[in-house]
């Protein structure tokens, strides 16, 4: 019970709804399951909530398991009293966990355990109780032994004071207070290793900057130059105020004889055992939760990227721009068919612009191509040049859009897009995707690794299998929310739908090559390995058109379809009605939805859902969203000029800013201060990726190919 108090308190929800969540999650329901279908238990938690809620769970189970472990390990020392026992179960933290641990966990030999053997506790013990009657020059004289190579006074001291500094190390309110000074009023200061070196850390040659203050990206930039061996980057802690801490707790008595000595071992302790331990913890939760912030811009961006909508009903080229190896060429068909593909030299060294003009022509009359969509990579400049040059010759209505043709080579060279297209080589598969991205993002970008997307920053630096996971989660919810067709997705596609695995989503695939078309959403449970549990899970996001139940082909889940066919016959529709489309106006003839979903059976929540899907069914979320801009002409970075304003399309949001397209081959930056009159902590507040905005350019430097812009209008 304590784990749910502190789960609702953390997330900000009721103690009931983290108590429904959690035994969902248990029993093995995914996050868009519970999401869509189970609101009536949750109060209507949404994908997000629920991640986060399952995230903290994970931590809390782990914090929980890493404290009977310490208490177990101490138990079996013979160490472990009620206190320390208590002290341990209150920790809200792993690392707070840790320091109570670290007396007891085993230890590779220290300087301590070597002056224990040679038997100098005894003296460590005189020092630390403070009540020296004599020099302690004269006390050591006891402990030489030439056996335990004891060989001289200041051998035993130095020993004694080995022993006193683990101890003072080893303390956990110690520990807690200095690391608390330590994040408070440190500062994370970086060098140059050599500072006549040109580089993109140059800001940080001589940087400090306190603690507190430090925000994520500028984290990771340090890191990055850190590990290119261009930057040296430390924490500067107030040591000093450390010291004094320090002295004040350990002696509690002036000693002459024993006060220098405990003086010596807790400077010895703080800059030997404590500070670079500290360090490393700091430095760790600094980049932790850099890395967090980083994956939640870069999980926005990528949601924000594949739920893009779709531009349909149009045959597509699609073009792979590149120099020596030549621009591959793809036309898709509506439906993502690829017709045709063919390779043309435009660009440098070959030139060949008159030749590759007459190839598109044909292509274009063959296929009755309507749109372009070029890749954004090396030669998109050129590439376009040539577009905007054939478009003017053409009669026809043709347009083009550029296109993030980040992560394209990495699928084009994947084992799934060999099995696509087996007779393709690398480039031509390259355009295929290129083209169909266009036309189904979410269909298309689904095939590749999110992490190779390239909408976020510094993902290479960070923990790869926490940004995978994240990511893949973005992913799944995306998915899960607009629906596929079970007849149409591809097994990549369906492995994110809930409840399937790639495995599962293969044996669909196969099973629909085999059988031919799914006509009821209930044979999917003839699929091997597709049992009851996945079937609960997945069958509600999956959609069977012209099938032989309308509401196969909604978004409502077959256990509510009693409820739904009762709905229908009490509003006075039949679920024939349904196939001609939405039956309009469904949501305005129900008066009561509390009334009416007790007498249904079922959560008001639900019935709610219900009345929506039947009015619109499987409607498109992603309707919503901005449309890309289509373009006939082409600007140049030497034509832009401060003042001029034009439109543009959000490519990437950074923790600093966002990048936007704006027609030239450069993305233009706008500054977080140049994004907004109100003040705003995050550039998330005010766009997102793929949004269209109205910009101004602020100046434009050629030299650095720099532009800045502004939404200040």
């Known amino acids: 019970m304590e784990l749910i108090t502190t789960l609702a308190k953390e997330i900000g929800i009721k103690e009931s709804q983290a108590a429904a969540a959690v035994q969902l999650i248990d029993e093995g329901n995914t996050i868009p ?24 769970l994970q931590y809390l189970r782990n914090l929980e398991e890493k404290k009977n472990q310490a208490i177990s390990s101490i138990a079996e020392q013979g160490k472990l009293t009620e206190g320390l026992k208590a002290q341990i179960l209150s920790a809200e933290t792993m690392v707070a966990v840790d320091d109570l641990y670290r007396p007891y966990r085993p230890k590779r030999r220290t300087r301590a355990m070597i002056a ?7 003296l460590a013990g005189l020092i630390w109780q403070q009540e020296l009657k004599r020099p302690l020059e004269k006390e050591a004289e006891a402990y030489l032994d030439e056996e335990k190579e004891v060989l001289t006074v200041e051998d035993a001291i130095q020993g004694a004071k080995d022993i006193l500094a683990e101890r003072i190390s080893d303390h956990a309110g110690h520990r807690a207070q200095i690391r608390e000074m330590t994040q408070k009023r440190g500062f994370l200061v970086s060098e140059a290793k050599d500072p006549e070196a040109e580089s993109v850390y140059e800001m940080y040659y001589g940087y400090e900057e306190a603690l507190p203050k430090l925000v994520g990206h500028r984290i990771l930039a340090l890191n990055r130059g850190e590990a290119d061996k261009m930057l040296s980057v430390k924490i500067e802690a107030p040591e000093e105020d450390i010291l004094r801490h320090l002295c004040r707790k350990v002696i509690k008595k002036e000693n002459p004889y024993a006060s220098p000595a405990l003086r010596e071992a807790i400077a010895d302790s703080y800059k030997r055992l404590i500070a670079p331990a500290i360090e490393r913890e700091i430095r760790n939760a600094l980049t932790e939760k850099a890395e967090d912030g980083a994956m939640k811009v870069f999980g926005k961006n990528l949601e924000q990227l594949l739920m893009q909508p779709p531009i349909a009903n149009q045959t597509v080229l699609g073009w792979d721009p590149a120099f020596r190896t030549g621009c591959k060429l793809a036309v898709a068909d509506s439906t993502g068919k690829i017709l045709d593909t063919t390779v043309i030299y435009p660009t440098a060294p070959q030139n060949k612009v008159e030749e590759s003009k007459r190839t598109l022509k044909k292509l274009i009359q063959k296929h009755h191509v309507t749109l372009i969509s070029v890749g954004n990579g090396t030669a998109s400049r050129e590439s376009e040049m040539v577009i905007v040059d054939l478009l003017k010759e053409l009669s026809g209505n043709v347009q083009y859009v550029i296109v993030n043709e980040a992560g394209a080579s990495v699928y084009s060279a994947s084992k799934l897009a060999t099995e696509e297209f087996p007779e393709f080589d690398v480039g031509q598969r390259s355009a295929a995707s290129i083209a169909r991205r266009l036309q ?16 976020g920053q510094y993902q290479h630096d960070m923990n790869q299998k926490k940004l995978g996971e994240a990511l893949a989660g973005v992913v799944e919810d995306c998915v899960n929310k607009v629906g596929v067709d079970v007849n149409t997705a591809s097994a990549p596609l369906l492995s994110y739908i809930s409840g399937i695995s790639k495995a599962v989503a293969k044996n669909i695939v196969a099973y629909r090559e085999g059988h031919g078309r799914f006509s009821l959403r209930s044979q999917l449970l003839k699929v091997p390995k597709l049992g009851p549990k996945a079937y609960e899970q997945c069958a509600g996001f999956l959609r069977i058109r012209d099938g032989g139940n309308p509401l196969d082909a909604t978004s409502v889940h077959p256990e509510s379809y009693g409820a739904a066919s009762r709905l229908l016959k009490t509003l006075g529709f039949s679920e024939g009605d349904l196939k001609g489309g939405g039956l309009t106006g469904l949501t305005k003839k129900i008066v009561d939805y509390g009334a009416l979903a007790k007498e249904l059976g079922i959560g008001e929540l639900t019935l709610r859902d219900i009345a929506e899907e039947l009015e619109k069914p499987s409607r498109d979320p992603r309707e919503d969203m901005p449309k890309p801009i289509l373009r006939s002409d082409v600007l140049e970075m030497k034509d832009l000029t401060p003042g001029m304003a034009l439109k543009g399309t959000v490519r990437n949001v950074v923790d600093f800013g966002a990048f936007v397209d704006i027609g030239v081959h450069q993305d233009g930056l706008v500054h977080i201060s140049q994004m907004s009159e109100r003040y705003i902590k995050h550039p998330l507040e005010a766009v997102r990726v793929g949004d269209i905005v109205e910009v101004k350019v602020m100046s434009v430097d050629l030299k650095k190919q720099r532009i800045q812009l502004t939404m200040k209008l």
């Open 116 to 122: 224990k053997e040679k038997g100098l506790e005894p």
């Open 440 to 455: 189904d993002p979410l269909a298309e970008l689904v095939k590749i690794d999110p992490k190779s997307i390239g909408v």
């Open 33 to 56: 399951f519970i999401a869509r279908y189970r609101k009536e238990a949750t109060g209507a938690l949404n994908d997000e909530a629920l991640r986060n809620l399952h995230d903290r």
